[in-house]
């Protein structure tokens, strides 16, 4: 009997898989069914700084996948699970580990390359990892790897939505999945009830300008004072919307053949980095995401941190820093930070 030549579509999940995603799907070129909630969201303004979403340039590419590369028939889309926020912590778990956009754009290079093998010739390709003017979520979705939640994010039934996502844009047809249907949240809240600065707004958007994820990490200013007593202690990042949700609660994760290692501790030590130079900075966290925050902005979220705790010695440490401090923005959050304190002992 001559054995059947296994599908393209399987060869290329199979190598996925091989290489570490835990998801892989494919999906169709086309507008991402998340494009018009996209678009409503723009419209209403809740972007906060991020000017760069609502440019025409990129909101046609977000519309048309096909601009990123021409003649574009097919995207493959992948999901890199990363340990979860077991434990409290002053840190996203997502920035715990190596910065992640450096590992998934290499795998998805390599999936590339074995693409090129299978076919016996290169294919026109883009690779994208978050950066790029894609709807990723949205895409995923189409590929058939999960559904949106009301956190925003990409929620699978085993891995939950501790997931970096990838595409991989082909110039090959290749069959796609189909995607999911229903809702796994259904008339559940939790996440909308949690989050500290009400940032979600429970039709799966949210308001940027108060998420907490965006205010430590993307706003550059300082972080208006009616939101830095709701925090939560926050230095990067925030996994609140994640940690209280059942589906990631439930959530087993078999053994993968590739995991990624934790090189940040779940709690930063705040003395230790208020006191970093830019050098000692740039030295700790160079290989994470960390450093999509600026210096200044990196030490502001960490005075506003400490103010969430009655610390006698936090206060100390401030009242000497403050001395010294020349950012207008940082000396800004410590004169809230050292009254905050006070405020908090004297009670």
Known sequence: MIQEKPRIEASIKAEAKRLGFALCGISKPKSPEGFSRFSAWLDKGMYGEMRYLARPDTLAKRENPELLLEHCKSVICVALPYPSSELPGNIAAFARVPDYHEIVREKLAQLADFI???????????????????LEKSLAVQAGLGLLGKNT???????????????????????PD?????????????????CPTGALLGDKTMDASKCISYLTIEHRGEIPEAVRGRMSGQVIGCDICQKICPMNQGAKLPALDFELPQVLPANLDLPTCLA????????????????????HSFRRNVVLAMAHSANQEFLQILQTAIAEEEDPICKDAMHWAIETIRHRLSK
């Open 153 to 175: 994010l990409l929620m699978n039934e085993l891995y939950g939505s501790w997931l970096f996502l990838g595409e991989l844009f082909l110039d090959i047809k290749l069959e």
């Open 116 to 134: 090129e093998s299978v076919l016996g010739r290169e294919p026109g390709k883009y690779i994208a990892v978050d950066s790029s003017p894609v």
């Open 276 to 295: 970093l130079d830019e050098e000692s900075y740039q030295e700790l966290f160079g290989k994470t995401t960390v450093m999509r925050l600026k210096y």
């Open 178 to 194: 189909l995607p999911l249907k229903g809702d796994f949240c259904g008339d559940c809240s939790i996440c909308v009830d949690a």
